[in-house]
């Protein structure tokens, strides 16, 4: 569903991405990690299509994204937004229904779409509310809950988790694993490598704009990799529930 051969992205003749290769298949939910500045929220957006590669190519559902109008893009791939800032004055019903407005669906379906999405992000008791008087985290979930109601084969969520409390966290990754079990192509940048090990099915690692590791939770989040790549002495257990790893700082 996703395919990235080497790209590079490059700005003042420094790589914020460098030769990246690899590939996300449909029913799966990918966690890209790495510290600040290794590229994440670059290649996310790549991928998107808000921001063109200096090489390389990118391909959604084997097309490469060039070839994609805006409209289309809209029937294929969602976004969640870094920040998820809502700065204009609509009701945060209107805000999810946008995830609507330019997907080539039944407008009869609309209705139960919306609801379904206020739902699942918790926020159906703030409906009509203006979604500027909302605290951050509320707003995310509206943000959150808009990329849901689009129902597209391609998700991708730009730390939907930053402002989130404990609940919410796991509620809205929850989500996103879920439409990932019902067939859809998750892509989520995550700071929090336990979050990551506990929901995604494969984790990129990025260091430097280039990939450090890719591959199941216990295939990449590895002491030495990580290590080597935090600059931070880590320890690894398993996670007495889940199975997954957990990643705690010495």
């Known amino acids: 569903m996703i395919e990235l051969r080497d790209v590079t992205v490059s700005i003042e003749s420094r790589d914020l991405l460098h030769a990246v290769t690899m590939s996300c298949a449909p029913g799966t939910l990918t966690a890209l990690v790495g510290p600040n500045g290794a590229g994440k929220s670059t290649l996310l957006s790549v991928v998107a299509g808000d921001r063109k590669a200096d090489a390389g190519k990118i391909l959604l559902k084997g097309r490469e994204i060039g070839r994609y109008s805006v409209h289309e893009l809209a029937q294929i791939r969602s976004v969640f937004p870094q920040g998820s800032v809502i700065r204009f004055g609509y009701m945060v019903e209107e805000v999810v229904a946008m995830g609507r407005a330019f997907r080539d669906l039944p407008p009869d379906e ?13 926020v159906e008791h703030m409906a009509f509310r203006n979604a500027q008087t909302l605290s951050g985290g509320e707003q995310a979930r509206t943000t959150f809950a808009r990329v849901v109601a689009q129902a597209t084969p391609i998700v991708l969520l730009d730390e939907p988790t930053a402002a989130l409390d404990l609940r919410h966290q796991e509620r809205v990754l929850a989500a996103a694993k879920a439409m990932a079990r019902e067939g859809a192509t998750v892509v989520a940048v ?19 704009g280039r990939i450090a590791g890719n591959g199941p939770p216990w295939e990449v989040l590895q002491q030495e990799r990580i290590e080597t790549v935090y600059r931070q002495s880590v320890r690894i257990l398993e996670h007495p529930v889940r199975g997954c790893p957990v990643v705690l700082t010495t």
Not at 110 to 122: F, I, K, N, P
Request: overall charge negative.
């Open 190 to 208: 995550l700071h929090d490598l336990n979050l990551a090990a506990a929901f995604a099915d494969r984790i990129v690692l990025l260091g430097d």
């Open 110 to 122: 609309d209705e139960a779409a919306v609801l379904g999405a206020l739902r699942t992000s918790e």
